[in-house]
């Protein structure tokens, strides 16, 4: 995981959790029960009150306000929070290929992209997109290739699996990669070779 990342989800994560500690805390070390033995300096209710009485709640509901407010900072603490959890899985780098050693692994990503500029570089390649799902002992290569207009896919298609599909079988080895290409023309009208 990114350092700066980890650092920023323990760092919410602490500020979260200390602030529900001690809301949640506050009302129950103050009760009568507990009163006595709490020091000088902690903040305690007077006897008898609440944090929001009946009478309160009913005057902020009065306004006109108080329920729109509610609901939207309600929603948006929720979408905030899940925004937060999707991108724990999206911002990684991808997950991780496993390499000839058993600790050494490649990010799916990195060796993705690697793929597609390679595959752009070729001969009659417009441009090049290539997914890398990671599986445990074996891979699969999704490869997405848009040709110039007059390119013949034959020759592309050997020129990317003797080129960049042949380096990243070599980089994942032993370990086996099925790749599946998908070629694409646009022209007038858009013509499709698997």
Do not use: I
């Not at 200390?18 to 300096?41: F, K, N």
């Not at 006109?64 to 603490?77: F, I, Q, S």
């Not at 896919?153 to 990669?177: F, I, K, M, Q």
């Amino acid at each position: 995981m990114n350092p700066l990342r980890n650092a920023v989800n323990r760092t919410l994560l602490t500020l979260t959790g200390a602030a529900l500690l001690a809301g949640g805390a506050w009302p129950a070390l103050t009760s009568d029960a507990l009163a006595g033995r709490l020091p000088g300096w902690w903040p305690a209710p007077d006897t008898g009150t609440v944090l929001l009485d009946r009478a309160g709640l009913a005057g902020l509901r009065g306004h006109g306000w108080w329920t729109p407010v509610v609901v939207a900072a309600t929603a948006c603490a929720l979408l905030l929070c899940l925004a937060w959890l999707l991108a724990q899985f999206r911002r990684g780098g991808g997950r991780r290929l496993p390499l000839a050693g058993p600790p050494l692994t490649l990010r799916s990503r990195a060796l993705a992209d690697v793929v597609a500029r390679r595959a752009e570089a070729a001969d009659g390649v417009r441009r090049a997109h290539v997914s890398l799902p990671a599986g445990k002992k074996r891979s699969r290569a999704r490869v997405r290739v848009l040709l110039e207009p007059g390119a013949e896919p034959g020759p592309v298609l050997r020129r990317l699996t003797h080129g960049a599909l042949d380096e990243a079988r070599a980089s994942l080895a032993p370990h086996p990669l099925a790749v599946r290409v998908r070629m694409s023309v646009r022209t007038a009208r858009e013509r499709r070779a698997r």
